[in-house]
């Protein structure tokens, strides 16, 4: 058993000052005022300082560890070019080795940003090197295949059956693996791409492993319009006669989404990521947050690189209330505690991840601590808030995962990050 303290813990009811967590197995055991814990236990470690605040580890709900190599050529163009003109072309030309070092830049540049879960959508081939890097890494991992069996260049698009019997095998392969941190999520990448029959097998799949449903969904208006006109309808409501709406559905962006089908996402328990990073770069729109929240919508958030240009958590949770007090000129359309509680434990919860996502007695020790050394934080008046608003990646002092110290006082203990981001930079070059 060792202990985590902090001068502040952010614990489900509330901040706790001068206060102590007993770490065992991975779980916090207990909790409590810190002279009072220190007389309880006889403490084997002791990870922190007055001058930290100790909160749930982050849960990046929606990103693209395949795409990072596209950083610095994305800028300027909206959602369809910009798949067309880099993503899509950069996926074609994967390789085993380019896939590995995407995937352990990715997750190591989130690990410097206090994310201890994520959800990967990663490409359509070598989605393995994406699971042994987040083995290898410790931290909680979400990843899927990316399927897509119409409309998709011919380097990534695969017949029906394939793409089905692909995703069983890696399901059956990693799912449950590492001790529960590793799990699949069948991940058609958006209705463009997937026929029905594709969608109604990814049902099969879901409903008989009892795993996450997640897929891209009307965030850009000329993907909208393409939708409609083929469907009818739109693609929330042509997902739910398909049956794929429910508490195991995750919705990436939601940003043209109506409020009739924002209540069709809440009557059925879906979920909501949302990457307003990503929509203010592609120039998507703006997600209305808001009223999905005021339904009963679970929104979370997601960094969505490399539609983003970085893993920071702190930036999404600020451009979920900047974007939503710009929008319809009011201060108080969104606040930091909401955006606190979409970046930590809505994230948990939309991926269906159990005792993770804030901090209280029998919950995962998933945890980071954060420096008020820096000038964010000088002076501290109000912890939440400062996060949201003031803090960047740089304050994250250490990261744990399911009681793991996987980063400690800004030195990763589970990789050589030198060696990683050398090799990112010696063979992710892309070239316009």
Same mark, same amino acid.
């Given at each position: ?7 502040? %813990? ?15 197995? #991975? ?11 220190? &007389? ?13 605040? %100790? ?17 610095? !050529? ?9 798949? &067309? ?6 996926? #074609? ?21 206090? %994310? ?9 081939? @070598? ?14 991992? %979400? ?31 990693? @799912?449950?693996?590492?001790? #529960? ?16 029959? !594709?969608l109604r097998g990814c049902k ?24 409609? &006109? ?14 794929? !709406? ?13 409020? &009739? ?12 990521? @949302? ?46 209330? !900047? ?28 991926? #269906? ?64 990050a030198r060696k990683i981001m ?11």
């Open positions: 058993m060792y202990e985590i303290w902090g001068g502040w %813990v952010i614990t489900s009811e509330g901040i706790k000052e001068n206060y102590s967590l007993a770490i065992e197995k #991975g779980i916090i055991k207990d909790m409590g005022p810190r002279d009072e814990m220190r &007389k309880k236990y006889n403490f084997e470690d002791s990870i922190g300082k007055y001058s930290r605040i %100790v909160c749930p580890g982050f849960v990046d709900a929606h990103m693209h560890s395949f795409q990072i190599a596209t950083k610095g !050529l994305t800028a300027d163009e909206s959602l369809l070019e910009w798949l &067309k003109k880099y993503i899509w072309k950069w996926e #074609g030309e994967l390789t085993k080795e380019r896939a590995k070092a995407c995937a352990e830049s990715a997750y190591l540049h989130m690990l410097h940003c206090g %994310v201890t879960t994520f959800s990967d959508y990663t490409s359509v081939h @070598h989605v393995e090197e994406a699971f042994k890097a987040a083995r290898k890494f410790g931290m909680r991992a %979400v990843i899927g295949k990316t399927l897509m069996d119409r409309n998709s260049p011919p380097e990534l698009q695969q017949d029906t059956d394939a793409c089905l019997k692909e995703t069983k095998s890696l399901l059956k392969k990693w @799912h449950g693996q590492k001790k #529960g941190l590793l799990s699949y999520a069948v991940t058609p990448r958006f209705c463009i791409t997937a026929t029905d029959d !594709l099969k799949i879901c409903d008989q492993y009892k795993v996450l449903f997640r897929t891209h969904t009307e965030e850009n208006m000329s993907e909208v319009k393409w939708e409609r &006109k083929e469907y009818g309808k739109s693609s929330i409501q042509h997902l739910d006669e398909l049956g794929l !709406l429910n508490e195991r559905t995750l919705l990436t962006h939601c940003v043209w989404t109506s409020k &009739k089908d924002i209540r069709l996402i809440a009557k059925n328990n879906a979920s909501v990521s @949302h990457c307003p990073g990503s929509n203010m770069l592609l120039a998507s729109g703006a997600a209305d947050t808001p009223y999905m929240l005021k339904k009963g919508v679970n929104v979370c958030l997601g960094t969505d690189v490399a539609a983003y240009y970085n893993f920071s958590m702190f930036e999404q949770a600020r451009l979920a209330c !900047l974007m939503q007090k710009e929008e319809r000129h009011d201060p108080h359309a969104m606040d930091h505690i909401r955006a606190f509680a979409m970046a930590t434990k809505n994230g948990a919860n939309a991926l #269906g991840l159990k005792h993770t996502g804030e901090i209280k007695v029998g919950n995962k020790a998933d945890l980071i601590l954060l420096s008020t050394t820096h000038l964010a934080f000088s002076p501290l008046n109000d912890a939440i808030s400062q996060i949201v608003y003031s803090t960047f990646p740089y304050a994250v002092d250490s990261v744990i995962c399911n009681g793991k110290v996987l980063m400690r006082e800004r030195e990763v203990l589970v990789a050589d050398y090799r990112a930079k010696e063979i992710l070059g892309v070239k316009k």
